[in-house]
């Protein structure tokens, strides 16, 4: 910044402040840069997860207005609110705004991003517990572009969904393609690892494979991708019946809203320690996270699994 303060330092700048949850010093450098005339649309996108962390809808369309004064970046503004429509578990609009922001990035010849869109939406339907939804959109998004990128979470994706065969084919190939990569082999390969062993009910081999990757949970690959080997640990000590190791893990995530806040797994957190609340028949506690779970989720898609479940769960609190 004091070499060069122009818009892309000030874009990293700001986002390494929402990646830290410091969000009034994110706001002030956003207004710092406008009082210089400086902008630029990632200015923006981190000015729409400020506004999201603080739950203030105007402010989060006033940054997206300001994006669309940037030609080109269509896709990705319609790929955040993708993200934001799951967040609030509304996988039907999530799955159409994916839809969208494909066609707006195939339109710009982003052939990767395309596919990133959609290997994040197969995941985020993982979490949501539609996986024969979710595998259909895998193939797709691979079908589109095999990038590092899409690679990555649709290792996660394809783990989550418990095809051990398919899994075990596509990460070796997945590996040999990048042998020296730190986010593909130090990060999405044993998170991809972990939630297959979860699927074949193995948690402590879960716990096990995410053990060294502890070093990258709050690392910030890139959006809507952080913080996922914490949520997958927190599910494997729930399966494992450790309900305090498990809470600590959701905890760890509610506790840095600007890597997670807009990512499915931020709301799904709640419900984590609900779960490993009733496991420690902490009853009180269980039915405040519940009621946290459901504020967020107050207008989701009533038929998601994971929600059915939940309020079955929550019935038995009463």
């Known amino acids: 910044m004091k070499l060069v303060a122009d818009g892309v330092n000030y874009a990293n700048l700001i986002h390494d402040f929402v990646n830290l949850s410091q969000f009034d010093e994110a706001k002030a450098s956003i207004q710092e840069a406008e009082s210089k005339h400086i902008e630029a649309p990632y200015i923006y996108f981190d000015a729409y997860y400020v506004a999201l962390a603080e739950k203030n809808a105007a402010a989060m369309q006033a940054a997206l207005s300001k994006v669309d004064k940037f030609p080109g970046y269509e896709d990705q503004s319609l790929q955040i609110q993708a993200g934001t429509a799951a967040y609030h578990g509304q996988m039907k609009a999530s799955a159409e705004l994916t839809r969208r922001s494909v066609d707006a990035a195939k339109k710009l010849d982003a052939k990767d991003r395309a596919a990133f869109a959609q290997a994040l939406l197969a995941m985020r339907l993982q979490f949501a517990g539609d996986s024969a939804t979710a595998a259909r959109v895998v193939h797709e998004a691979l079908a589109t572009s095999d990038d590092r ?170």
Do not use: C
Request: aromatic content about 10%.
């Open 149 to 318: 990128n899409t690679r990555g979470v649709a290792v996660v994706a394809i783990g989550l969904g418990g095809q051990s065969s398919e899994f075990a084919r596509f990460a070796q190939e997945t590996s040999k393609k990048y042998p020296e990569d730190t986010g593909i082999q130090s990060y999405y390969l044993p998170v991809g690892r972990a939630a297959l062993a979860l699927t074949e009910k193995h948690p402590d081999s879960a716990i096990q494979i995410l053990a060294p990757v502890e070093q990258y949970d709050l690392g910030a690959f890139s959006a809507s991708i952080a913080m996922n080997s914490v949520y997958v640990r927190g599910l494997a000590y729930l399966q494992a019946k450790k309900p305090a190791e498990a809470q600590t893990q959701f905890q760890k995530i509610l506790d840095h809203p600007g890597l997670a806040d807009g990512h499915i797994i931020y709301s799904l957190s709640h419900l984590g320690i609900a779960r490993a609340a009733v496991l420690a028949n902490d009853t009180a506690k269980a039915r405040t996270a519940y009621q946290d779970f459901f504020a967020l989720w107050k207008d989701a898609d009533p038929d998601l699994p994971i929600l059915l479940q939940a309020k079955s769960e929550y019935a038995k609190l009463q």
